[in-house]
């Protein structure tokens, strides 16, 4: 059974950091390019950072770039978001996906709909 288990999120003041986890299990971790999304109340689920199957290639989304850094470590199974820098429009829902390692994920690893597996979330709020 594969489980994608989110952590680390909770409640940060503005400027604050996180550190988000993303534990696997299930699959051969390696063979997946991992990222993290987000969804905001009201909003559409939205590419947050991808790391590749490796760790050697990362790649952001507007909304974070420069404020974060995805990171994986693959003998531990797990997947990473720092965060820093964090503001209250940087409150949502945070998600793990895990995309089968293919040729085209680092021209479609913003899509939502390529990722094979999900996790539950973990919710990040940020006070003013």
């Known amino acids: 059974q594969v489980r994608l288990v989110e952590s680390g999120g909770g409640l940060v003041k503005v400027g604050g950091s996180l550190r988000l986890s993303c534990a696997v299990s299930?699959?051969?971790?390696?063979?997946?390019?991992m990222a993290w999304f987000r969804q905001a109340p009201g909003k559409e689920r939205e590419f947050v950072a991808g790391?590749?199957?490796?760790?050697?290639?990362?790649t952001y989304g507007d909304s974070m770039e420069g404020r974060s850094t995805i990171s994986r470590d693959n003998a531990k199974n797990t997947a990473y978001l720092q965060m820093d820098g964090l503001r209250p429009e940087d409150t949502a829902v945070y998600y793990c996906a895990a995309d089968l390692r293919s040729s085209t994920w680092k021209s479609e690893y913003a899509r939502s709909n390529i990722y094979d597996y999900w996790g539950p979330g973990t919710r990040v709020t940020v006070s003013s």
């Open positions: 299930g699959v051969s971790f390696s063979g997946y390019d």
């Open positions: 790391v590749s199957w490796s760790g050697g290639w990362s």
